[in-house]
């Protein structure tokens, strides 16, 4: 199927919302039409349009090109300084390219391209998209529908590492509670771009990557699934939430918590923490510690807010930085600077050259 897109000279998309609109409406209307119809919310032409060597939509009276609608668009914006296109539209069309080679950045790319998209059936999703990665999608289509998206991801091999702090029900599988169990749509959720996202690669082993995180001293932690924590020599208040419960389908800390792990650590979505006061990150139990490295399985996606160490001047501050006071939680810091990480698939490995001095 995708040799039958990529040696069509065009492809058109006829679609009857857009048949009904008029050709000579302004470019901005006829770019929300198209973003806005059915052919848009279907995940199997998207192809059509990534495949494709021009890409062409049915107005009332005419075929109009998407390449020269989106030119027209860019040179407005460059004239006008400012577009009543969203970003995240022009980006969406962007990501209609042709995918001839499977890179980093073209899955950001294909990923951005999923995010209004949806099957009726779930089974086809890695299917659809080892043909726009030119994978093998028969080796895809001969294993049993449980075990497509991890097939799917050792094929794809290498990933954004933000992929592990989206949301919804996690694989079962091991070396795979890292990932979610479907790629589309993920809602609320958004990559960084290419350029400042941490890398990550698929092994026989799991998800290797590079990246920052907390290690709790103490397993002292209150039952539920909000609670303050303190890092050392630090004087902001932390609060974390845990999201697997809310959004993965996953269990309460109540019954499923870090007060049941011996010990408990984050790992953030970000190396660049010290300049951020909201972030993502997912908690991990540390199983096994080596000279080199530990060993953790994942357990959660969690939400982390930072305080500021000023003085409390509202009330509201007042009552969260006594709460926060009274938390028997406290953390360390291993910077990207002083400590490399490494998720391998349930596991969290820590690689330093003097590892030893600084986790204690």
């Not at 107005?59 to 407005?76: M, N, V």
């Not at 209004?116 to 659809?128: L, P, V």
């Not at 807010?305 to 007042?318: A, F, I, Y």
């Amino acid at each position: 199927m995708r040799r039958t897109y990529e040696d069509a000279t065009q492809a058109l998309v006829l679609d009857s919302e857009l048949e009904g609109t008029s050709c000579d409406a302004e470019p901005e209307d006829l770019m929300m039409h198209i973003t806005c119809c059915d052919w848009m919310c279907r995940l199997w032409t998207l192809q059509e349009g990534a495949l494709a060597q021009r890409l062409l939509f049915q107005f009332d009276s005419k075929a109009i090109e998407l390449k020269s609608l989106e030119s027209t668009l860019w040179e407005s914006f460059v004239l006008n300084f400012a577009s009543p296109i969203p970003g995240d539209v022009m980006s969406c069309f962007a990501s209609f390219q042709k995918f001839s080679k499977l890179n980093g950045e073209q899955l950001f790319d294909l990923i951005r391209a999923l995010q209004w998209r949806k099957t009726s059936w779930q089974q086809d999703e890695t299917i659809c998209l080892s043909i726009l990665l030119d994978l093998d999608a028969e080796r895809i289509e001969k294993v049993e529908p449980l075990e497509r998206m991890p097939t799917f991801l050792r094929m794809v091999r290498t990933f954004p590492l933000e992929i592990m702090f989206a949301p919804g029900p996690r694989l079962p599988q091991e070396h795979f509670s890292w990932a979610p169990q479907s790629l589309i749509p993920l809602k609320s959720f958004s990559l960084p771009s290419c350029s400042t996202s941490t890398g990550a690669v698929q092994t026989t082993q799991g998800l290797v990557t590079t990246t920052t995180g907390l290690r709790f001293d103490t397993v002292r932690v209150p039952l539920q699934d909000f609670c303050w924590f303190n890092v050392e020599n630090d004087e902001c208040d932390y609060r974390i939430r845990n999201l697997g419960e809310k959004e993965d389908g996953g269990a309460s800390w109540q019954d499923d918590g870090p007060h049941l792990i011996d010990s408990p650590a984050i790992v953030v979505d970000t190396q660049n923490w010290q300049d951020r006061d909201v972030f993502s990150g997912a908690l991990v139990a540390i199983t096994a510690e080596h000279e080199k490295f530990i060993h953790a399985n994942f357990h959660s996606r969690v939400f982390i807010c930072r305080e500021t160490g000023d003085v409390p001047s509202t009330v509201m501050q007042k009552m969260r930085h006594a709460e926060a006071l009274q938390t028997d939680m406290t953390a360390i810091w291993s910077t990207a600077e002083r400590i490399v990480k490494k998720v391998v698939g349930d596991f969290l490995k820590v690689q330093s050259a003097s590892s030893r001095e600084i986790i204690s």
